[in-house]
């Protein structure tokens, strides 16, 4: 018998269509029910409408936080630079040049590269190749071969820059990536928030840049607020568009965000005061309802969420 479900990207499995798939598998005959088997999500942001959805498979369930949900690792330096989108190959050729002339025995650091489409990726690559940076590709056109192949080559050094689409922002446990550079900065600060998470990892530090421009500014204020939560350094040009640019960051969401910044608040708080409800939030910077958190550890990174019954 089926003891344990889990969902790991729990928010986007059940935002990106996969919902009708979920159902299907929790509803077979041979599944025991919600009160039965034990199920866990895990991700590192939580909409409210996603944890409003996903309530449909749980049952008295723990919402637990480890750290600030939707929030950055201090282990990543976060650098903002103001590039035009005309610019953008030539400034990121000199990063490249920078960090390989800077790496251990002239070596270039593994860097992953996001942009927004499959044939922008595809285009950077050929352009990277023919400028000398070894580089590869993965996006949704490859097949899973490719793609493993792609990350091998990766892993090993061979071909130390990965140009991508968001389709590597989750999921994917990448040693030792040293920078991650947002060629085209998501239009979803939860993205931008995944994409950047590929390094620092495992206690390590990394750097994450990127490219900003005038195309980008639903993303000034929700950037400028994380960086600032995150303690690094907001360049007074991007809290200048920050203060006049309307509140963005998630247009490309089926569901709307709220409950909290990122879904970091267990949405049944709302309006519930009083009400029995479990809900843990661990690490430094963790509360459980605006009350310094205790509960920490667990093996959890910082800014994950989980939710189980």
Known sequence: MIRYLALDEADRMLDMGFEPQIRKIVEQMDMPNRGVRQTMLFSATFPREIQRLASDFLANYIFLAVGRVGSSTDLIVQRVEFVQESDKRSHLMDLLH????????????LTLVFVETKKGADSLEH??????????TIHGDRTQQERELALRSFKSGKTPILVAT???????????????????????????????????????????????????LSMARPLAEL???????????????????????????????????????????????????????????????????????????????????
């Open 227 to 309: 960086m600032q939560e995150a303690n690094q350094e907001v360049p007074a040009w991007l809290t200048r568009y920050a203060s006049r640019a309307p509140y963005g960051g998630n247009k490309n969401r089926r569901y709307g965000g709220g409950g909290g910044r990122f879904g970091g608040r267990d949405f049944r708080r709302e309006g519930s005061v009083g009400r029995n409800l479990d809900h843990y939030s661990g690490g430094n910077s963790g509360t459980a309802y605006g009350v310094p958190a205790n509960y920490g550890g667990g093996g959890y990174a910082p800014g994950m969420t989980s939710a189980w019954d």
């Open 98 to 109: 920078a960090q390989r002339e800077n790496g251990a025995h002239g070596k270039q650091a």
């Open 166 to 216: 968001d389709v590597a922002a989750r999921g994917l446990d990448i040693p030792h990536v040293a920078h991650v550079v947002n060629f085209d900065l998501p239009n979803d600060i939860d993205d931008y928030v995944h994409r950047i998470g590929r390094t620092g990892r495992a206690g390590k530090t990394g750097l994450a840049t990127a490219f900003f421009n005038e195309g980008n």
């Open 127 to 136: 352009w990277l190749c023919m400028n000398g940076f070894p580089a590869t």
